[in-house]
């Protein structure tokens, strides 16, 4: 699976902005979607994922500011960001692990995100 990610940029404080992602090849009917994100001299981290299902998670640093989607017509998803600070400045990489017999991972080449104070 080929991850595509764009939306990422520049954007003040308390300002919004929206990340998609979209998946093409082959695509399990049961997987898992999500956005990490790494800020520099940090580890990477989860932000939310959204399974086929609809289930969504959230890391609680962003509950309640981002909202993750998905559009499975388009195999893609998105992450409505709002309110950012400038500590959710980050590089945000896009996810996906589809289970068949096994469990395939794939990443996106990620997308800057740039919160100014």
């Known amino acids: 699976v080929q991850l595509q990610a764009y939306g990422g940029g520049l954007v003040q404080t308390g300002g919004s902005l929206r990340l998609s992602c979209a998946a093409s090849?082959?695509?399990?009917?049961?997987?898992?979607m999500g956005w990490y994100r790494q800020a520099p001299g940090k580890q990477r981290e989860l932000v939310a994922t959204?399974?086929?299902?609809?289930?969504?998670n959230y890391a609680n640093s962003v509950k309640g500011r981002f909202t993750i989607s998905s559009d499975n017509a388009k195999n893609t998803v998105y992450l409505q960001m709002n309110s950012l600070k400038p500590e959710d400045t980050a590089v945000y990489y896009c996810?996906?692990?589809?289970?068949?017999?096994?469990?395939?991972?794939?990443w996106g080449q990620g997308t800057l995100v740039t919160v100014s104070s």
């Open positions: 959204i399974s086929s299902g609809g289930d969504t």
């Open positions: 090849g082959t695509i399990f009917s049961t997987n898992v």
């Open positions: 996810n996906y692990i589809g289970y068949g017999t096994r469990a395939f991972q794939s």
